[in-house]
């Protein structure tokens, strides 16, 4: 399933968390995501902190986070979560 997608915050310390829940009727059990091409080229590096890639059980979703460098106003980048969801029912 896949979910929201958002820009990584060109700024120091800027965070991003991408969600992707899974419907009614099934239940989360895995998840990742995919980060795209860099959209402002004018910086030489990326330094942009992976954060997380977790299920989030109280909301049935997985959740992603990046976060840019403490003293940097790095590239920004597209950020999509994905859930891996499992149909349960009667």
């Known amino acids: 399933?896949?979910?929201?997608?958002?820009?990584?915050?060109?700024?120091?310390?800027?965070?991003v968390t991408v969600t992707a829940t899974c419907p009614s009727g099934t239940v989360v059990v895995?998840?990742?995501f995919e980060h795209g091409t860099r959209i402002d080229r004018?910086?030489?590096?990326i330094k942009a902190w992976f954060w997380e890639s977790k299920s989030n059980t109280v909301n049935?979703?997985?959740q992603v986070s990046y976060q840019q460098d403490d003293n940097n106003a790095?590239?920004?980048?597209?950020?999509?979560?994905y859930?891996?969801?499992?149909?349960y029912g009667s």
């Open 1 to 15: 399933m896949k979910g929201e997608t958002k820009n990584l915050p060109n700024s120091a310390k800027g965070l």
């Open 74 to 81: 790095g590239a920004t980048f597209p950020i999509t979560a």
């Open 30 to 32: 895995g998840g990742g």
């Open 83 to 87: 859930a891996q969801c499992l149909s």
């Open 42 to 45: 004018t910086s030489a590096d």
């Open 60 to 62: 049935n979703s997985w």
